[in-house]
């Protein structure tokens, strides 16, 4: 039970040479080849611009956060006024709040950057392919062609 359709795509093939199969199939490769590299891009493309719409929208939630501060400032100020302290009280509270968490973010950002340390593992690859790049000899044809020229 053989396909008619496939015998005579067979008896075709039979009848091409192998350089026209090869060149066939070379063809045919190199335009997949190309369609899967368009593939990619347009893929890439995509993804570029979802990452540049989510880009601009964390920057611009970090613009309105940032703005929100001094109102927000304002509001806890007048709040711990309203409990009874004075005015430049409340302010100072408020600023000392702030510095206070700060101190505590830097504390924090000091000590992760005490344990960064260099890539010691890429370091000691990359000095041990210079070293045996420095004791390989060159080709003997190399040296022919320049004895030659």
Do not use: C
């Not at 070379?26 to 880009?55: N, P």
């Not at 260099?118 to 003997?140: D, G, M, N, R, Y």
């Amino acid at each position: 039970m053989s396909d008619p359709g496939n015998s005579a795509a067979a008896a075709v093939g039979a009848d091409r040479s192998l350089g026209q199969l090869v060149a066939s199939a070379t063809a045919e490769m190199s335009a997949l080849v190309h369609d899967e590299i368009a593939l990619a891009k347009a893929e890439l493309r995509q993804d570029v611009k979802r990452g540049a719409i989510g880009g601009m929208a964390i920057s611009i939630a970090g613009v309105f956060a940032l703005f929100s501060l001094p109102v927000l400032s304002f509001a806890a100020a007048y709040g711990i006024h309203n409990l009874g302290l004075g005015l430049a009280w409340s302010f100072l509270i408020v600023g000392m709040a702030f510095l206070l968490l700060a101190g505590l973010l830097a504390l924090i950002a000091v000590a992760k950057f005490k344990k960064v340390k260099p890539p010691e593992k890429s370091i000691a690859s990359a000095k041990q392919t210079a070293a045996v790049l420095q004791s390989v000899k060159p080709h003997t044809r190399a040296a022919e062609e320049k004895a030659t020229v």
